[in-house]
């Protein structure tokens, strides 16, 4: 119980006068600073086991699952490294270690007497829950566009080189967005996936482009769209594109849009500030006419694009690609995650 681990924590601090830890300073001299954190890591640790064992559990399922498809992906094509965003890498990697960072300042503020126990206890695991629906559902879709891509056997890979939008420059990539329009860059072939992403972008390009042995196709994947805040001036003419309002183009609710085509070209732009492409939905009228033995997307997925997902390591974590996805365990309520549906998007 990590109630007992905090008493081994407040008795150790009380036996060593020299620490002092209150409102005012925090002084935890060299010769007690091992065994204090040690046994604060210890307290946050008990905490993270009492209250979300059976998520940790899950989580370092997924993490294992991911880097063993990343290290098989960076090896089949000789990639440098795929980058994540350093928090979800971390979460990924060590979701105990991550999680326990939710708890650094509330057990501080609770040896210096600024909450008691109780508030300690309701405000962590708020704090921890939020940090597990920020992040799983994150690592879930990655490792799962991942898999995807493996299962395509690609022999290449490419990526869309486009200008950041950053802080700094924010203001002036809107000014230039509102009097002239920008070609959307060639896909070239890269050592280097980068699956980090902007909530604002020049434009939403692909995650990375592939080359499929399977298909003999192009595939473009790409997760967690955001916002695009330029407009292409050279979108392709083989595609068919939506109108929308300017600077609206928020596709959070997509967890992974796939598309394929014969040329790279085709498929280098997700979307601009103006224009979407348009991409088949398993629910709609316009799916059954097109493919109209088809009964799901799981139908779509594994009939249209002509393969059986068999790999027991993509099996295990279970996706469902019916529309839509709602893995909510019962025994999970406290951190309800959803992961939506995913949508083909096919030429």
Known sequence: ??????????????????????????????????????????????????????????????????????????????????????????????????????????????????????????????????????????????????????????DKVFQVPIPKVTIRHARVFLRYAQVRMWDVPHPKETKTISLEHNVASTFIVPDFIIHSKRLNRFMAFRSEAGTAVWTASNPSEKREWIPIPPASVRLGYLDILIYMDETPDNINLTADSGLLPKFLLPNHDEFWKIHPKARSANDCFNGFLSFQVTDQNFNILKPNFAYPIHPHPSDRSSCEVEIKSLYCSLK
């Open 1 to 154: 119980m990590w109630r007992q681990t905090y008493s081994k924590l407040t008795e150790f601090v009380h036996k060593n006068p020299q620490i002092q830890i209150t409102a005012e300073k925090t002084i935890i001299p060299q010769d007690v600073r091992q065994q204090f954190w040690q046994t604060f890591d210890e307290t946050r640790r008990e905490f993270i086991k009492q209250n979300f064992s059976n998520f940790i559990e899950e989580t370092s399922l997924l993490g294992e699952n991911y880097v063993k498809t990343e290290k098989e992906i960076i090896s089949l094509l000789n990639l440098e490294e795929i980058a994540l965003p350093q928090p979800l890498k971390e979460f990924i990697q060590n979701p105990e270690k991550a999680l326990m960072r939710e708890l650094f300042d509330p057990l501080f503020d609770l040896l210096k007497g600024k909450i008691d126990a109780e508030t300690f206890e309701e405000g962590s695991s708020k704090k921890v829950t939020e940090s597990i629906k920020k992040y799983y559902p994150k690592a879930y879709i990655l490792w799962l566009e991942l898999s995807i891509m493996k299962l395509l056997e690609p």
